[in-house]
């Protein structure tokens, strides 16, 4: 009877974190919507059908909840990069496979990539350093791949890589898969790049 009076409290802490995905899967979605501010504890709680006071079971705060979704999109799309990377050896072509992936993510309109990329950290100031941390732990990918190219001694690297990312986040307001794919367009940014800044 000890026993089983036991696994009692562990099996509703299984199902409580249960809750938590599809809690952080509503927040991601409303909060790549409808943007950060325009999102209320109580709008993600009626996404899933929980009440407010269930909600604060899992997380006390928006804020909590935007550091998860980040943390989730930051490790989905890291280790995504670092896989398709990991499959070439040109630099260039480093570049170009990275690029890729990042713009997969952001066309195919993945929630949490969304935001990611559109949530700036001053966008939520009480949590601003640990955003801009995880941020700057996938754009590392990007330091990394620049730092391995053979660019010009006057390229600057930051430049470079801030132009790059900034281009790609933007491809979403204008493209059109009828016209180009994710594929096209990295082959073509990195060949800009490089025929403008290779050694």
């Known amino acids: 009877m000890q026993n089983e009076r036991a696994d009692k409290p562990n099996q509703k802490v299984k199902r409580s974190h249960n809750r938590e995905q599809p809690l952080l899967d509503a927040a991601a979605k409303l909060f790549a919507s409808k943007g950060y501010k325009g ?7 009626s996404e899933v059908g929980m009440l407010p006071g269930s909600m604060y079971y899992h ?3 928006k804020q909590e ?19 398709v990377i990991a499959e070439q050896e040109n630099p260039w072509r480093r570049l170009e496979v990275a690029t890729k992936t990042h713009l997969e993510a952001i066309i195919n ?10 949530i700036k950290p001053h966008k939520a100031p009480e949590i ?9 732990s996938y754009e590392g990918i ?3 791949l620049i730092n391995e190219l053979p660019l010009k001694s006057d390229v600057n690297k930051k430049l ?4 790059l990312i900034g281009a790609l986040n933007s491809v979403k307001i204008w493209f059109q898969p009828t016209d180009i794919t994710p ?5 073509e940014f990195v060949r800009y790049l490089r025929q403008s800044s290779e050694i």
Do not use: P
């Open 39 to 45: 999102t209320t504890m109580r709008d993600i709680g």
């Open 59 to 61: 997380f006390k705060s």
């Open 65 to 83: 909840i935007l550091l998860a979704v980040y943390k989730q999109a930051v490790y989905s799309l890291k280790t995504r990069v670092e896989e």
């Open 109 to 118: 309109k993945n929630d949490y990539a969304q935001v990611m990329t559109e």
């Open 128 to 136: 601003r350093s640990e955003l801009t941390a995880m941020r700057n």
């Open 142 to 144: 990007f330091v990394d």
């Open 160 to 163: 470079f890589r801030l132009m």
């Open 183 to 187: 594929e096209d367009i990295a082959s």
